[in-house]
């Protein structure tokens, strides 16, 4: 719940500042506005909450998501969460190039999460609240990005 509670915030402070910043008057402008918030918002906090959750509370969060107990790749997972985090901080220094990097570096772990997660409860009855609660942030999250991204281009 909390990571859907992170995507919202990231998407109404870039809505936020749209409506009052009278230089959003295009599209493109507005997508990539909100694009820059869904990064340095959301791909950041939703790092630094996994990485948190998978280091330092690895059994309390693989029993959450139905998962087993002490393993090693609990934190590997929290590791490159920690990666995330900084990727999307680094994102208010550095623009279009770095985005579309910390796009394609968090994309593909969030979007075959989703799937995973789904495939957890349709083929194994994974019902665990952070298997299912995630399911919708982990799919929302790298889809709003890509399509910010490639919408937050100037028409020629």
Known sequence: MIFLVIWILGLLVGI?????NPAMHTFSSFCQNLLFYQLTITLTLSGAVSFMGHVFRSDMVAESIGWSK?????KELGFAEAGFAL???????YHREFWLAAIVLASPLYLLAGINHIWEVVKKKNYAPHNTWTILPDLLMPISWI?????SVPKM
């Open 70 to 74: 002490g393993s090693p790749f609990q």
């Open 16 to 20: 936020i500042t749209a409506v009052i």
């Open 147 to 151: 399509l910010l991204f490639v919408f």
């Open 87 to 93: 990727a999307g901080l680094f994102c208010i220094f």
